[in-house]
Structures are given as C-alpha cells and as structure tokens.
C-alpha cells in the first residue's frame, strides 16, 4: 500500500489544460446544438459508445480519453453502460449492415432530447469502407448525426473538442 | 474454383492446394482433425459458397442476415453493393447450442456490451456463478474487407490492410506488403526492415501497456490501469512525433515505409527506453506483489496446453501455456533473421501467466529495439515497386503483437489485386476463450476476456 501511495504522490497531476477553444471549429459544430446541451443538460453529459463496425482503432483513442492526461470525467462528461442513462450516443465505424437494427435499438432506447457524434472517419464518410453489401457506409445514413468529429482515428485532444463542442455555449 | 490451406509445424509453412468445380464447389471437412478449422470453413462456406461434408458444425457463421443462403458475396458475379435488406433486421434466430439441466439458464451479452468495446454475442450457460458454457456468436464488425480489396492497387491495399485491425495496424500492413513483395519479387532495402520491426515492436508495447492496466482494472485495481495508461499515452505521443501518427497507421507501404528517422531522434528513443525499463521494473515488481491481484488472476481462465496447441494459439496466448511458437524465432523474416530472439514462455497457463507474459514480451522488446537501433543500417527506406506485376501471388508471415498473422495475396493480370485474406492470430484466440472460460464465475468473464483480447474487426473482417 505504501508502495502505492509513494507512486502517486510522486507522480502528482499529470492532468493536462483543456483545449484551446478555435471559434471556427465550434461554428463547424453548430452552436445551436451546444445552446440546447447546456441549457438541458446542465453541463453533465452521459455517453453510451457504440462501435457500428469500426476497426477499433477508434476505440483505443476513445479509451484515452479516460487516461490521466485527457480525464474526460472532470468537465462533467463520463460514458455509461446504458442507453436509458445516456444523452448522446457516441458511433464510431462505418454501419455495418449486422449492426445496424442493435444501433438503431440503442438510439431508441435513449431518453429524449438525445443527440449523436459520428467519431472518426468512417462514421463521418463510410471512409475506407463506405458503401457495400456489408456496410451502410456513413452513420449519417443511418441515424440524423449532430456532430462531426473526423480522423483515422481522430486524436483524444480532437475527440474532446468535439464533445466540449456540445457542452459549451 | 481454387482453395488454399495453409499448415505450420516446426516453423514451416505447407500450403495446400485444391482445385474445385465452381459449379458446386465441395470439400470434406477438416474441422474433426484441426478443430480450429471451423470457423475458416464456416466463413468460407457463407462468402464463397463451399460445402464442406462430414463438418461437425453446418450452422452459418459469418451470415446474419445481410444477404441470403443462396447467396456468396465474395464470388465474383456478386455485386459490390449487394441487395441488402433495409434496414438488415437483426440476426436474432442464430441457432445457439442449448444445454439442458437442472438450474441451467442462459445469459445473453451483446452484440451492444456496456463498456467502450467491439460488438459480438456472447452466450453463457450458466447454473448459479458457474460458466458452464460460452458460445461465442460473431460477425457483427464484418465490413466486406477481402471483397473490397478486389480490384485495389499495392498502396490502397496496404491502406486497407492497416484497418483490418486498428490496433494491429502495423503487424497488418507489414504482413500484406510481405505478401504483395514477395509476390512481386520487390526488394525491401535492409533499413526499411529495420524499422519496420521498430514499428511492430512498438505496437507491442503500447497493446501490451494497454492490456496489462485493462486486466487489473477488471478485477478493481485501477491504480495499475492509471499508471499503464500514462505510460502507453507517452508511447503514443512518441509515436505522433516521430511517425506522425499515434498508432502507426499508414506508416507501413508497398516496398518499404513512408517516412525515415532522424539520427537526433535515435538518442531521444533510447532515453526513452531507459525510461520506460526503469518505470516497469517497479511497477511489475509492485503488480506481482500484490495478495488481491494474485487471487482474482492466479488460476483463473485456466487454458491447458493441450487446449492451446490443439487451437494453434500463438502469442502470449499460446505462450503462456507453454507454446514457445514465434514467428519471429521459428520462422524468422528480416530483420529478425540477423538476431538471436529470446522468447519468453511460461507454464502458468491462467490470466496471471498471459499478464506477465505482456510483462516479459515487453522487456523484451525494449530490449530488442536498443539493438536494433544500435546496428541500423544506412540507405534508404523504400524500394522500387515493379512495373510489371501481373497474375502472380505470396504470403507473408508476421508476428503481431496478438502473435502469428498470416496473408495470402493474389495480383490479377493487371497487378491488381484478386485476393487478399488476412489470417489474425485471433481466429485461434476466440475459440480458446470458449474453452478457457468453463468452470469459471460469471463475474470473472470481463478479465478472461482481456486476458486474450481477441480483434473483433480482425476477424469478423
């Protein structure tokens, strides 16, 4: 134990700033959306992740987030387990057509008002993938997407622009 | 119709060869003698259309319900875009094994899990805590992969091949243009071999970093799950700087890689080394040492080594119980052809010994890269790729940080290519967990789980 708490004491906080705020890219991300998140959510955000399809690449850098450098939870936002509990719906990949109806469940078991980001390229375009007998391509053909957040895979420093985008007004 | 079949013993590749009709392709069924066959005939039965007689298992595995029984997508007369129904219902009347008994009931997970993961099926029988049965239903990620590689160039190819698996993204792209190089008879300059390994063996690292703080966090030690998260994110941040991108993605091209380093740089790697060794020895020192971590991983996920070697598991799956298979070692590419490997194996066989097998796989590899960047060589990073690539074909054989992964790679007659099958080591992983996992508590399935960590997309495909 004493081994333990010498580390962490050592250590100290490795947590670093938020991100600077680049007022173009919160335009791209609709202020509208980030108006009715903080006026509805006040400023707590639950995220049920699902992978549709994607490589998990995106998985890794989501996961990330959680890490003591990005510590997603101190601005109010932390993942849950179940849709019932979640207002925005985190989608990563392309949709795969044997995951389409349980992503379509998922979005349906959330509480309204409920919002969706399309993580990483794939999400966002169909990217590597797009369109085909196995997969619906881009989130947006599947569900209506609220946020953007492109990458292969993109950075947790851009994941949390993305997410703050709708936490802030 | 051509099918091949790919056998290891010793360290040597045997491919075989069967020519059927493609009329009504038809092949007996080896899944009695190499239970991990299975899946593979499955798999090809649902995208090619071939029946295999006397197979123990005639239930479709990679079909859900995307296209019909009639229908093979990876023939050649079957359209890209399908005829995919809309929405594609859910694949809800899978046929699960049933197992009767008095207490026994059945838990359904998945395909959507609770934490930040893969989607697939998993079905428990259970009676009270006790697993008596998983069975495992995938094919929820399968995105068309060996379809869409049909027709792509070397570069999109290596493209595609470093997003079978996103986590094995270089072991993949390695393997692939292995295969597209050796196919094409394209010489790989000595340096490019070099770091490519630097690459893998850095993918490693990061992998085994991740999983070694997931599997402590699954039984509530989230102290080692912290400090191996910081750890991995320093990696991976050395990653971006040098490599331009944090998991290596595209690094890896037809003929080489697409980007040199600095000698400045060789110098910040090796601190960085020195660094990370001197981290993990007081870690490690401290995670072995701790009575509630040794009683939720000490036997626990228990994988006999009969079980391991009967799958074919490689890696620190195989490793662990006993398996000392590396393809590094046994059946060496360069450039690790030019040193002697030291392969750590225990006999542990349980969630502890697949955790410090990543402990000693680590040590090991920081190990390897300081030679390796001590002794590497000069000239440039990428050959030449042939202009005259037409109708030939190659394997390669790499090993990832999950262990064996294997590719097949046919170019048509306009070096195009017609065929690309990417063999993850998880194919063997998955099948093992169904049988490390009997007799343990429902509540120990998330650490076994992660103890093997098999690829979902990697196989799913």
């Known amino acids: 134990m004493l081994r333990i708490l010498n580390k ?162 | 119709m051509r099918v091949f079949s790919c056998l290891e013993g010793a360290g040597d590749y045997l491919v075989l060869e069967a020519l059927l009709r493609t009329a009504a392709p038809e092949l007996p069924s080896q899944s009695s003698v190499y239970p991990v066959a299975d899946r593979f005939e499955r798999h090809t039965r649902d995208l090619l259309g071939i029946a295999y007689t ?16 009639g229908a093979f997508p990876l023939r050649h007369d079957y359209p890209v875009a399908g005829r995919p129904p809309e929405p594609t219902p859910a694949d809800g009347a899978y046929p699960f094994r049933k197992v009767a008994g008095s207490g026994v009931y059945e838990i359904p997970v998945g395909p959507v899990h609770a934490g930040i993961i893969e989607p697939g099926h998993f079905r428990f029988s259970a009676v009270g805590e006790e697993i008596l049965s998983l069975e495992e239903h995938l094919g929820y990620v399968h995105k068309g992969v060996e379809k869409l590689a049909v027709g792509r160039d070397p570069v999109a190819l290596a493209r595609l091949a470093g997003r079978v698996s996103g986590d094995t993204t270089v072991g993949h792209a390695w393997a692939a243009c292995m295969a597209m190089e050796r196919a094409a008879g394209c010489e790989v ?107 939720r991983l000490l036997t626990t996920g228990w994988l006999s080594p009969e079980d391991a070697r009967e799958l074919g598991c490689t890696g620190y799956v195989g490793k662990a119980s006993g398996h000392a298979f590396d393809v590094r070692a046994n059946h060496p590419y360069p450039p690790y052809d030019r040193f002697d490997i030291a392969i750590p194996v225990l006999e542990g066989c349980d969630v502890m010994a697949r955790m410090q097998l990543r402990m000693r796989e680590i040590e090991a590899s920081l190990k390897w890269m300081e030679h390796l960047l001590g002794d590497l060589s000069d000239g440039p990073v990428a050959g030449a790729w042939p202009g005259d690539v037409a109708s030939v074909q190659g394997m390669g054989f790499v090993d990832g940080w999950r262990g064996e992964i294997m590719v097949y790679l046919r170019f048509d007659g306009n070096g195009r290519v017609a065929r690309y099958f990417p063999c993850d080591p998880s194919w063997h992983h998955w099948p093992a967990l169904e049988r490390l996992i009997e007799g343990n508590i429902v509540p120990d399935f998330p650490v076994c789980n992660k103890s093997v960590n098999g690829s979902y997309s990697g196989t799913d495909l």
């Open chain 1, 8 to 169: 962490t004491i050592r250590l100290g906080v490795l947590t670093e700033a938020r991100p600077g705020s680049d007022n173009a890219e919160l335009e791209r991300l609709g202020i509208a959306v980030k108006r009715r998140v903080t006026r509805r959510f006040s400023g707590s955000l639950a995220i049920r992740a699902v992978d549709a399809g994607s490589c998990n690449a995106c998985e890794l850098e989501i996961h990330a987030l959680n890490n003591p450098y990005h510590d997603i939870e101190r601005f109010g936002v932390h993942f849950v387990a179940s849709p019932r509990h979640a207002d925005v719906l985190l989608v990563t990949g392309p949709v795969s057509r044997h995951m389409q109806t349980a992503l379509i469940r998922t979005f349906e078991a959330m509480p309204a008002p409920r919002f969706v980001i399309a993580a990483g390229t794939c999400a966002c375009t169909g990217g590597e993938f797009g369109v085909s007998y196995a997969s619906c391509g881009a989130v947006g053909n599947v569900l209506p997407v609220d946020v953007e957040i492109p990458g292969c895979p993109p950075a947790p420093i851009h994941l949390l622009q993305g997410i703050l985008a709708l936490l802030r007004a």
């Open chain 2, 54 to 69: 006397d197979a123990p298992d005639t239930r479709r595995w990679l079909r859900h319900q995307a296209w019909d029984e």
């Open chain 2, 189 to 295: 300059p000595a340096r490019a071999n070099e770091l490519r390994a630097l690459l893998c063996e850095r993918e490693r690292v990061a992998n085994h970093l991740g999983d070694i703080g997931a599997i402590c966090n699954d039984v509530g030690f989230s102290f080692a799950h912290y400090q191996c998260a910081r750890l991995r994110e320093c990696w991976q941040r050395r990653n971006a700087l040098l490599f331009g991108h944090r998991l290596l993605m595209d690094c890896i091209v037809p003929g080489g890689i697409c980007r040199d380093i600095q000698q400045a740089a060789i110098a910040g790697l090796l601190s960085e080394y020195a660094t990370l060794r001197a981290e993990l020895t007081s870690l490690f020192d401290l995670l072995q040492d701790i009575p509630a971590l040794q009683d």
